[in-house]
């Protein structure tokens, strides 16, 4: 036995010795988790080398303009994310049950459904990019960057589309290697075309743009191939679900379901993308440096947060497998195990980054001023991370049972009765003042984690679960 696999059976035995999750499905969690977590951290370097990037190049006014930018875009990304949220709960649980046909019709349907909702975001962002990041910011410099940015990457949004439903695919049939590849892929592709962009030709922010935009559509072409059922090296990575073109091409009840699943992580997610548009438009009333440092710090959050990719798509497919099987007590036991698991993940990962703050900060400012406001930031970002891994493997265990409108309740009070009006207070109230921003930072993930955790310890998802299983469609 090699060191490595002593040290890790050691550490399993560790974990299972101290509660934390069992030998056997700690395995089974750590074989999906892993490829997420890189895919996660792969997906979200993008963004944060396009920041690092034109900070070190321009300054903070190109970054508090992409800020707003992202903002854009991710609003448009979290409605496919919810979408895709949908897709992995009902394939896990029509394929966990056993039935491939009509696993494979949700598939069909969800790329339907990307190109209809697509299509005419990218071709309103393209578009309208000026006047929709105007709107947000006042700084005439940090708007022209943004909306340079916003209008180059608007294209990518219909294959960031596909790429989500792909990998939700996969992962619902317990292949996240594949999707890891793609995507380490693509951030390998966009890291060196932006640097060419930006750093070689001198192209600015529009050199970020492009790199982003083009690696994206090349990680859709890569999924394509596997997705339509052919393999990739060596006979691995064809889509046991693949999308074809069999009729009939809409199946309503099926429709009904991913709608009734999707609806509210949809909306979920667009409270949690739209909360932000308001969050910089009070961080700009202390000026760009301020939208920067807010850019900033949730850019390192999002980063932190890949850990949870891991282990909330880990637990809607373990959760939604066994629940398709009717194996309710192994379901919640896997829940549980990833749920303790991620909270000792996100402490250790959290610690390092408050201890480091400073210099991390100043990958992407190099201005005194600016840079010990942005640490703040970092600092709060890194501690409210832990909540946010810890409610997103809690959200994905209520997701993989078609359980999914309580964390959208459970978010819109964090981001609306909580974060907003706190971070407001900070205007009116002078000692309070960027402080209200902090607050807000760590408002916004404490709140659904403790909503959600109620949830969990109520059990009440099982019988949700059993409305979406194969045996209800007889």
């Known amino acids: 036995m090699s060191r490595l696999r002593r040290t890790g059976s050691s550490l399993a035995r560790s974990l299972a010795s101290a509660g934390v999750i069992d030998e ?11 490829p997420r ?22 300054g903070s006014t190109a970054v508090a303009g992409l800020t707003i930018a992202n903002a854009f875009w991710m609003v448009a990304k979290f409605l496919a994310i919810g979408l895709a949220g949908g897709t992995v709960s009902l394939v896990s649980q029509n394929y966990g049950g056993g039935d491939v046909d009509r696993a494979a019709a949700v598939v069909r349907l969800s790329v339907l459904l990307a190109f209809a909702v697509g299509v005419p975001t990218a071709v309103v962002f393209g578009l309208a990019a000026e006047p929709l990041v105007g709107l947000v910011g006042d700084d005439p410099d940090s708007i022209r ?12 949004l219909l294959f960031e589309y596909l790429n989500l439903i792909a990998s939700r695919t996969y992962a619902g049939v317990s292949d996240t290697l594949t999707p890891m590849a793609m995507r380490a892929g693509g951030a390998i592709a966009n890291i060196a075309l932006s640097s060419l962009f930006v750093l070689g030709l001198g192209m600015g922010v529009a050199g970020a743009a492009f790199g982003t935009t083009l690696a994206t559509a090349l990680v859709t072409v890569a999924f394509s191939w ?14 046991p679900v693949p999308l074809t ?22 909306a979920r997610r667009a409270a949690q993308g739209l909360v932000v548009f308001p969050l910089l438009a009070i961080a700009a ?25 891991g282990f909330s798509i880990a637990a809607s497919t373990l959760v939604g497998q066994e629940l398709g099987a009717g194996e309710e ?12 698991l991620s909270a000792l993940v996100y402490v250790g990962a959290a610690a390092i980054v408050v201890a480091f703050g400073d210099p991390i900060a100043g990958v992407f400012v190099d201005d005194p001023a600016n840079r010990e406001l942005s640490a703040w930031f970092v600092r709060v970002a890194a501690v409210s991370v832990i909540a946010l891994g810890i409610d997103g493997s809690i959200t994905g265990a209520l997701r993989g049972a078609g359980d999914t409108r309580v964390p959208f ?21 002078p000692a309070l003042g960027v402080g209200g921003l902090l607050i807000a930072l760590f408002a916004e993930t404490a709140v659904p984690m403790v909503v959600n955790l109620r949830r969990f310890r109520s059990n009440r998802w099982k019988a949700v679960s059993r409305s979406y299983r194969p045996d209800a469609a007889d």
Do not use: C
């Open 24 to 34: 056997r499905r700690l395995e089974d969690t750590f074989e999906l988790a892993w």
């Open 37 to 58: 977590i890189v895919t996660g951290f792969a997906i979200m370097s993008k963004r944060t080398v396009d920041l690092a990037l034109v900070g070190i190049v321009i």
């Open 145 to 156: 960057h943004g909306a340079t940015y916003l209008a180059i990457v608007a294209p990518g």
């Open 226 to 239: 596997g997705m339509t059922g052919r393999n990739y090296l060596r006979g691995r990575g064809a889509s």
């Open 245 to 266: 073109l069999s009729r009939p091409f809409v199946d309503r009840e099926l429709l009904r379901q991913i709608a009734q699943v999707s609806a509210p992580l949809i």
């Open 285 to 309: 009333t202390f000026g760009p440096v301020a939208v920067a440092a807010v850019g900033i710090g949730r850019q390192v959050r999002a980063l932190l947060g890949s850990f949870s990719w």
């Open 329 to 340: 007590s192994e379901a919640e036991a896997y829940g549980w195990g990833i749920v303790r």
């Open 409 to 429: 309740i459970a978010a819109l009070a964090g981001l609306y009765l909580v974060a907003l009006p706190v971070a407001w207070l900070g205007t009116v109230i």
